[in-house]
């Protein structure tokens, strides 16, 4: 008995301290928690913030204004032989054809300056649309068909309410005589918004109304899949090489720091040595996909190679040591047993890269990708953009059109980012293996 | 260490006991074995005998795993690993600069301390090791060499109905006879087994111990162990190291029961280990 209670004394002291200082932990558990959680709210907000910016500012893009007219396409003036060929129906005067529909529509606009400001209502590519319409169907030849003519930017920021009708006059980009006009049209059923195929089937424009994402798109696609051409194989190469073969000494020591520096290099250093080295050296054309897809392969290679060599890492030796103790050569066992066994970590990793190239800016202006280009690229040596330095450019326009068309190209990009990093979770989570 | 070099100074560091055999599978004489400037391995001769289970006992570190890796050439892979002396297998020296470790493999299988199946089906584990050696000549032939390897690891009445089941799904005890089977089935001349029980209960334990003496009519074996009942169960012949020593080699009965070095007494007695 007497030797228990000097035993169970400290006993209890320690339960004492430990209990005081336990209500000081959990309490130190509870506040660290808590500033976490804030901590993924604010950065939950700031998306959110950007995303309905954007969404905001760039849905309206999706749809465009059209006018409908009656237009009367006589065959005197577009096929007067009847020859019904291609070549003649293509070239027939469709903007006087236009011309004269507005006129026919608006009988009282007689003055010299009226009668330019009605022109200028609709786009200048709609001759170019209306064209294009006669020649995919030649039975209109003949008749007066109501078409739906692609508006002017500034009508389409009217009806969409960017420019504000109840300013005065001399503030406002559209002057009353066209209002009264749009009103009109307006009153009868003329104008309507419909959806914008045209962002997504044409190169960029100086004309707001007729400029879209397919040559960016083009560009990006072309630049993306050489760049994974290139750099994938290169990196998993490379990465298998170091992991797996090279013998660890001084000189790969070296070489795992210039990979670990190189991932951590400005963007705008690899444009500028592709200037120097690719175009001025070697005479790679400027402004094509090949040249980006150069730069870009340069950039994205740390990041290939550092995620491949992570994912060689994590596959356990046991398994290359069954492997080789079967009999198996060490080029077997790497084919065999460990790529397929790292292949999910290093696409993931790859995807992360290309996502990362899909949103490079900086690199491709110092090789020219900056260059006014209206023609989607259909190769790999054409001249192109790439869908962030549009982003860039039409950031840069200053018509009122270009605003929203920033924003929709921003909210094309960010889906295709957001597709890419969502492949890259599932394939992780798909091929996620425990050993 | 300290105890080590103390050791070593009091106590003769040759073999006792008649590390040779007649007519031996494998004929080790005068092996060192280097990680960098640390030598792991000191002069062993040791022979392992046709259709016996030899077993390497010892304190942990004392280079048993070093020595058996040695006997297939794994220790290839490790960086600054180095091998002198000399090692035979049937007469044909193993270290020979010709001698190409990939077919050597083959001839002397390894069976790992933690079962290590290939992330694949059990069939596919079983089938791996003929299919890149071109054992066989159609599927028929592969899939009776498959029957026959995993009847002799005594895994195929568990497994026979779910070949195409990855084999990481099995039991501990049933991935490491997976594993058996899968040397086996390259036909080897040698087994080489590193704690193959360590990561098993007792039944899966008894059921390998039991295996590994039936293997014993087709294969030469040897086994790391550290367990002394399993020794003292399932092998032949016993050696004894230590600190990168053979001290002490002979008949597993007279190892554990007149054991003539004082080290080899310690250890068997439990004094250290
Ligand atoms: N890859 C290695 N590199 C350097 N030293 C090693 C390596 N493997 C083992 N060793 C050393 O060699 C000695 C013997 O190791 P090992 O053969 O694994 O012992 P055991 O299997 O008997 O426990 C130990 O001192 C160990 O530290
Ligand atoms: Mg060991």
């Given at each position: 008995?007497?030797?228990?209670?000097?035993?169970?004394?400290?006993?209890?002291?320690?339960?004492?301290?430990?209990?005081?200082?336990?209500?000081?932990?959990?309490?130190?558990?509870?506040?660290?928690?808590?500033?976490?959680?804030?901590?993924?709210?604010?950065?939950?907000?700031?998306?959110?913030?950007?995303?309905?910016?954007?969404?905001?500012?760039?849905?309206?893009?999706?749809?465009?204004?059209?006018?409908?007219?009656?237009?009367?396409?006589?065959?005197?003036?577009?096929?007067?032989?009847?020859?019904?060929?291609?070549?003649?129906?293509?070239?027939?005067?469709?903007?006087?054809?236009?011309?004269?529909?507005?006129?026919?529509?608006?009988?009282?606009?007689?003055?010299?300056?009226?009668?330019?400001?009605?022109?200028?209502?609709?786009?200048?590519?709609?001759?170019?649309?209306?064209?294009?319409?006669?020649?995919?169907?030649?039975?209109?030849?003949?008749?007066?068909?109501?078409?739906?003519?692609?508006?002017?930017?500034?009508?389409?920021?009217?009806?969409?309410?960017?420019?504000?009708?109840?300013?005065?006059?001399?503030?406002?980009?559209?002057?009353?005589?066209?209002?009264?006009?749009?009103?009109?049209?307006?009153?009868?059923?003329?104008?309507?918004?419909?959806?914008?195929?045209?962002?997504?089937?044409?190169?960029?424009?100086?004309?707001?109304?007729?400029?879209?994402?397919?040559?960016?798109?083009?560009?990006?696609?072309?630049?993306?899949?050489?760049?994974?051409?290139?750099?994938?194989?290169?990196?998993?190469?490379?990465a298998i090489y170091l992991e797996e073969f090279a013998p660890k000494?001084?000189?790969?020591?070296?070489?795992?720091?210039?990979?670990?520096?190189?991932?951590?290099?400005?963007?705008?250093?690899?444009?500028?040595?592709?200037?120097?080295?690719?175009?001025?050296?070697?005479?790679?054309?400027?402004?094509?996909?090949?040249?980006?897809?150069?730069?870009?392969?340069?950039?994205?290679?740390?990041?290939?190679?550092?995620?491949?060599?992570?994912?060689?890492?994590?596959?356990?030796?046991?398994?290359?040591?069954?492997?080789?103790?079967?009999?198996?050569?060490?080029?077997?066992?790497?084919?065999?047993?460990?790529?397929?066994?790292?292949?999910?970590?290093?696409?993931?990793?790859?995807?992360?890269?290309?996502?990362?190239?899909?949103?490079?800016?900086?690199?491709?202006?110092?090789?020219?990708?900056?260059?006014?280009?209206?023609?989607?690229?259909?190769?790999?040596?054409?001249?192109?953009?790439?869908?962030?330095?549009?982003?860039?450019?039409?950031?840069?326009?200053?018509?009122?059109?270009?605003?929203?068309?920033?924003?929709?190209?921003?909210?094309?990009?960010?889906?295709?980012?957001?597709?890419?990093?969502?492949?890259?979770?599932?394939?992780?989570?798909?091929?996620?293996?425990?050993? | 260490?300290?105890?080590?070099?103390?050791?070593?100074?009091?106590?003769?560091?040759?073999?006792?006991?008649?590390?040779?055999?007649?007519?031996?599978?494998?004929?080790?004489?005068?092996?060192?074995?280097?990680?960098?400037?640390?030598?792991?391995?000191?002069?062993?001769?040791?022979?392992?005998?046709?259709?016996?289970?030899?077993?390497?006992?010892?304190?942990?570190?004392?280079?048993?795993?070093?020595?058996?890796?040695?006997?297939?050439?794994?220790?290839?892979?490790?960086?600054?690993?180095?091998?002198?002396?000399?090692?035979?297998?049937?007469?044909?020296?193993?270290?020979?600069?010709?001698?190409?470790?990939?077919?050597?493999?083959?001839?002397?299988?390894?069976?790992?301390?933690?079962?290590?199946?290939?992330?694949?089906?059990?069939?596919?584990?079983?089938?791996?090791?003929?299919?890149?050696?071109?054992?066989?000549?159609?599927?028929?032939?592969?899939?009776?060499?498959?029957?026959?390897?995993?009847?002799?690891?005594?895994?195929?009445?568990?497994?026979?109905?779910?070949?195409?089941?990855?084999?990481?799904?099995?039991?501990?005890?049933?991935?490491?006879?997976?594993?058996?089977?899968?040397?086996?089935?390259?036909?080897?001349?040698?087994?080489?087994?590193?704690?193959?029980?360590s990561a098993l209960d007792p039944i899966a334990t008894a059921i390998?111990?039991?295996?590994?003496?039936?293997?014993?009519?087709?294969?030469?074996?040897?086994?790391?162990?550290?367990?002394?009942?399993?020794?003292?169960?399932?092998?032949?012949?016993?050696?004894?190291?230590?600190?990168?020593?053979?001290?002490?080699?002979?008949?597993?009965?007279?190892?554990?029961?007149?054991?003539?070095?004082?080290?080899?007494?310690?250890?068997?007695?439990?004094?250290?280990?």
């Amino acid at each position: 008995m007497t030797d228990q209670t000097p035993a169970s004394a400290p006993n209890q002291r320690t339960i004492d301290a430990v209990n005081t200082s336990l209500k000081r932990r959990r309490a130190k558990e509870r506040r660290f928690r808590r500033l976490g959680a804030a901590a993924v709210a604010l950065g939950l907000l700031f998306v959110a913030l950007l995303f309905t910016d954007i969404i905001a500012k760039g849905h309206t893009a999706f749809q465009q204004t059209y006018i409908k007219l009656p237009v009367a396409l006589e065959r005197a003036q577009i096929d007067p032989e009847g020859s019904g060929s291609a070549e003649v129906i293509a070239r027939a005067n469709y903007l006087g054809i236009i011309r004269a529909a507005l006129r026919e529509h608006f009988p009282e606009v007689t003055a010299r300056r009226d009668k330019r400001a009605l022109y200028q209502m609709v786009s200048v590519g709609a001759p170019q649309l209306l064209r294009d319409r006669v020649l995919a169907d030649p039975a209109l030849i003949g008749t007066t068909a109501e078409v739906w003519l692609l508006a002017d930017d500034d009508i389409d920021m009217v009806v969409k309410g960017y420019i504000d009708r109840d300013l005065p006059e001399s503030e406002r980009r559209v002057k009353d005589r066209t209002l009264g006009w749009i009103e009109r049209l307006e009153a009868e059923g003329r104008i309507a918004k419909r959806f914008n195929t045209i962002f997504f089937t044409n190169g960029t424009s100086r004309e707001p109304e007729l400029a879209g994402i397919a040559g960016a798109l083009a560009g990006s696609f072309y630049t993306l899949a050489l760049t994974l051409l290139l750099s994938f194989p290169i990196g998993v190469g490379a990465a298998i090489y170091l992991e797996e073969f090279a013998p660890k000494n001084r000189w790969t020591d070296v070489i795992e720091v210039n990979i670990n520096n190189l991932a951590a290099v400005p963007s705008i250093v690899f444009g500028l040595l592709g200037l120097a080295v690719f175009i001025g050296i070697f005479g790679v054309p400027r402004s094509t996909p090949l040249v980006a897809a150069l730069v870009l392969t340069l950039m994205t290679l740390p990041t290939i190679i550092i995620s491949s060599r992570a994912a060689l890492k994590s596959v356990p030796p046991s398994i290359r040591e069954a492997a080789l103790g079967v009999g198996a050569s060490p080029l077997q066992t790497q084919f065999h047993h460990v790529l397929p066994l790292a292949l999910p970590g290093m696409l993931t990793g790859a995807i992360i890269g290309m996502a990362q190239a899909l949103g490079e800016t900086a690199p491709l202006l110092m090789i020219g990708m900056i260059a006014f280009i209206v023609d989607v690229p259909a190769g790999f040596t054409d001249p192109a953009t790439v869908l962030p330095v549009q982003i860039f450019l039409w950031a840069d326009s200053p018509e009122r059109g270009f605003v929203e068309r920033t924003s929709a190209a921003i909210m094309v990009l960010l889906a295709f980012l957001i597709l890419m990093n969502l492949a890259a979770v599932l394939l992780r989570r798909r091929f996620e293996r425990r050993w | 260490m300290r105890s080590g070099e103390l050791a070593r100074s009091q106590e003769s560091r040759e073999t006792v006991g008649d590390y040779s055999v007649p007519d031996a599978r494998m004929r080790c004489r005068d092996v060192e074995v280097w990680y960098g400037d640390k030598r792991a391995i000191h002069g062993v001769s040791l022979d392992l005998g046709r259709n016996e289970v030899l077993s390497m006992i010892g304190p942990s570190g004392c280079g048993k795993s070093t020595f058996l890796r040695c006997l297939n050439r794994m220790n290839d892979t490790i960086d600054g690993c180095r091998v002198s002396g000399s090692i035979q297998l049937d007469g044909e020296e193993i270290y020979d600069r010709a001698l190409d470790p990939v077919p050597l493999r083959a001839r002397v299988g390894m069976v790992f301390q933690k079962p290590n199946p290939f992330p694949k089906s059990i069939y596919e584990n079983v089938a791996y090791g003929p299919r890149i050696h071109g054992l066989t000549n159609n599927k028929t032939e592969l899939d009776a060499l498959v029957e026959t390897s995993l009847r002799k690891a005594g895994l195929w009445d568990e497994v026979k109905d779910r070949l195409d089941a990855p084999g990481t799904g099995l039991s501990g005890g049933q991935q490491q006879r997976l594993c058996i089977a899968r040397t086996i089935a390259v036909s080897p001349e040698v087994i080489l087994m590193d704690e193959p029980c360590s990561a098993l209960d007792p039944i899966a334990t008894a059921i390998i111990e039991e295996l590994i003496d039936e293997l014993r009519a087709n294969y030469s074996i040897a086994i790391v162990t550290h367990s002394m009942q399993q020794a003292a169960r399932v092998s032949q012949r016993t050696a004894y190291f230590h600190l990168g020593d053979l001290i002490e080699v002979g008949e597993t009965n007279q190892i554990f029961t007149n054991p003539q070095h004082r080290l080899t007494e310690d250890y068997i007695t439990g004094r250290f280990g």
